[in-house]
């Protein structure tokens, strides 16, 4: 039973730790006045951040990204997460945030950015990169 609790606690502790390296980096990016927009693909030309915020009320909660055009780029992090249709997954979950996110400011520019590390499966840093990359690069796509 301890030996759960640790490895539990180990967990949060690393992907909290992730989270703040993530925060830093934005943070950074603001403080110099950085053009985010070759780091998120998708962006406008010239998108240094206007304000970071940190764990919000938004349904894309982790870190908020305002960036001086008024566009928003909504982070989730995740230290590492696998692709998985279960309903109770981290990444189901993520993706439902993604999708409330999108329905209760879909005429707002937004962008939505799953952070994740090295750690993450291959199916999701890089099979459903490549899929959601042609989907934003096709100029016949829904978006």
């Known amino acids: ?3 759960n609790l640790n ?3 180990s967990a949060t502790n690393a992907g909290i730790d992730y989270q703040q390296r ?7 990016a603001l403080l110099f006045g950085k053009d985010i927009s070759r780091d998120f693909g998708g962006l406008n030309n010239n998108s240094p951040i206007k304000n970071v915020a940190f764990e919000t009320n938004d349904s ?12 928003v780029v909504y982070l989730q992090v995740k230290r590492s997460i696998n692709l998985s249709t279960n309903v109770n997954s981290d990444f189901h ?27 993450t499966s291959s ?6 990169f490549k899929i959601l990359e042609s989907i934003r690069l096709n100029p016949h796509s829904a978006g």
Do not use: C, P, R
């Open 22 to 28: 993530v925060a830093a980096w934005l943070l950074v």
């Open 123 to 128: 199916k999701v840093s890089k099979d459903l």
């Open 7 to 9: 490895a539990s606690g």
């Open 1 to 3: 039973m301890t030996e």
């Open 60 to 71: 894309v909660d982790d870190l908020k990204a305002e960036l001086n055009d008024k566009s």
């Open 93 to 119: 979950k993520t993706m439902k945030q993604f999708i409330k996110q999108f329905v209760s400011h879909k005429h707002s520019k937004n962008y939505f950015v799953l952070a994740t590390s090295s750690d």
